[in-house]
């Protein structure tokens, strides 16, 4: 007698939409496609607008087998499904010569393009390190690239809130020439986050720059802005000031060596700027910028700090000193500082006591990195004064720099205070210390 009866169903054919999209959201675009091919319904999951949403395109520079696809794929797949991205970050690695960055600059055409009349959903834009100023973009290649790109953020600009250029390395002109694109329907853009570290070339002083300013004025809902300090100035502060005020919460602020740092901006304008703007929080990243001197006409105390991270590079500067940043311009975040890094080549001086009371003085202080010649017994101190609460440190993590190839005695001495405060860390910090030997 024949058997009629339907053949049993996979438990996997009864999957609720819902969940079967939450699946195909872990997979790689390869097992995606073949998962499409197993049903009517696994295929129609895969052009679900849910899992498109996000995309991160690198392009790598070093050329491969692997890699020879990327240029196609990435078109292939803004084509297929770009309508519905609403994240898009692109990243570009290592450009190796200038075939790579034509080819490149003729794919980004292609990309923008399609997605400038296709999508209305795109409201996060990344394009990082394209470095402009290497000698692998030539000119006319460039030139086509950034009128590519100001063409698309004019589209654009109603509905993104994101943009980040950073390490793209332009002119002013070319800088503000994108900016502006932001703004070039109405005049004004209400975009609430933009990232321009390193945005600019080295040694441009962007802060003295009238087309900088007047291109600034036109951001009128700004809350988180990334910059270097060569575009600080008493104008942008009073800009900021005047048109976003009301939004702003945070800026990060780079300094680098090779960036102009040397500008007065008077502590009125930005205490001005914190008064209009009372969310604000102002977090620094200074690289190999460790004289004293150059520090305290950038660390004025009417800035609202919540973060410092300060990293030496190994600086070769003999005149260069630590101790006194840690006793006179620091302390005087005492109230605000809530995340501190310290990356140095202090081998000349050592800093246990400084570094402590600063910590101590810090009322708010909940995350310190600190990579450094200090004395093992500065970890005992310092978990010492946590346990008895006159610090609120959440997150510790020292590398213990020593000029000895040779350190199991003070990593013995580092287990033993590990030992001693293991209740403490296990329950209440996030703790990593090692010692670092130097040569």
Same mark, same amino acid.
């Given at each position: 007698?024949?058997?009629d ?12 939409d ?18 499409a091919?197993v ?16 995309r991160?395109?690198?392009?790598? =520079? ?10 196609q ?20 690695s ?16 292609? !990309?923008?393009?399609?997605?400038g ?6 409201? *996060? ?15 006319v ?23 980040? !250029? ?6 002013l ?7 502006? *694109?932001?703004t ?16 600019? =070339? ?9 087309l900088?300013?007047?291109?600034? %004025?036109?951001?009128?809902?700004? $809350? /988180? ?11 942008l ?11 702003l919460?945070?800026?990060?602020i ?6 102009p ?7 009125? %304008? ?16 200074? +690289? ?16 609202? $700090?919540?973060?410092? *991270? ?15 940043i840690?006793?006179? @311009?620091?302390?005087?975040y ?25 910590? @101590? ?19 005992e101190? !310092?978990?010492?004064?946590?346990a008895?609460?006159?610090c /609120? ?15 199991? +005695? ?16 296990? *329950? ?12």
């Amino acid at each position: 007698m024949e058997d009629d009866s339907e053949p049993e169903q996979s438990p996997w054919a009864y999957l609720p939409d819902v969940c079967l999209r939450h699946v195909f959201h872990w997979l790689d675009d390869r097992d995606r496609s073949q998962a499409a091919l197993v049903c009517k319904k696994w295929s129609w999951a895969m052009y679900s607008g849910s899992l498109w949403r996000s995309r991160t395109i690198i392009f790598y =520079g070093r050329p491969s087998r692997a890699r020879t696809l990327e240029f196609q794929s990435a078109l292939w797949y803004v084509k297929k499904f770009g309508k519905y991205l609403e994240h898009l970050e692109i990243k570009l690695s290592n450009p190796y010569n200038t075939a790579f960055t034509q080819k490149f600059q003729m794919t980004m055409r292609g !990309l923008l393009a399609h997605l400038g009349k296709h999508n209305s959903r795109l409201v *996060s834009l990344s394009i990082k390190y394209l470095e402009l100023d290497r000698l692998t973009w030539k000119n006319v290649v460039r030139a086509q690239f950034i009128k590519n790109l100001a063409t698309f953020l004019k589209r654009m600009s109603k509905q993104l809130d994101y943009l980040n !250029l950073k390490r793209a390395r332009v002119t002013l002109e070319e800088g503000c020439e994108l900016l502006n *694109s932001l703004t070039c329907l109405t005049n004004r853009s209400s975009i609430s986050e933009i990232n321009i570290e390193d945005f600019f =070339g080295l040694h441009l002083m962007v802060y003295s720059s009238t087309l900088f300013h007047q291109t600034m %004025s036109k951001f009128h809902s700004l $809350v /988180i802005l990334t910059f270097n300090y060569n575009c600080i100035s008493d104008e942008l502060l009073d800009i900021l000031r005047e048109h976003s005020a009301h939004s702003l919460c945070t800026l990060n602020i780079k300094c680098h060596i090779h960036d102009p740092h040397g500008q007065v901006v008077w502590g009125m %304008s930005w205490a001005n700027l914190a008064k209009r703007a009372p969310k604000l929080n102002v977090n620094f990243f200074f +690289e190999r910028v460790v004289r004293h001197d150059h520090l305290a006409r950038i660390l004025l105390a009417e800035i609202p $700090v919540r973060s410092i *991270s300060l990293r030496s590079c190994y600086s070769s500067d003999p005149d260069w000193i630590m101790r006194p940043i840690l006793t006179n @311009l620091l302390p005087a975040y005492w109230h605000v500082l809530q995340k501190l890094t310290l990356e140095l080549d202090n081998d000349h001086e050592l800093l246990d006591d400084e570094l402590l009371q600063l910590i @101590l003085s810090c009322k708010r202080l909940l995350f310190l990195k600190v990579w450094a010649f200090l004395s093992v017994t500065f970890m005992e101190r !310092l978990l010492q004064n946590r346990a008895e609460r006159k610090c /609120i440190l959440t997150t510790i993590k020292v590398r213990i720099y020593t000029a000895q190839q040779e350190t199991s +005695e003070e990593d013995r001495l580092l287990r033993d205070i590990y030992r001693k405060f293991k209740n403490l860390i296990d *329950s209440e910090l996030n703790y990593f210390v090692i010692t670092y030997p130097m040569a």
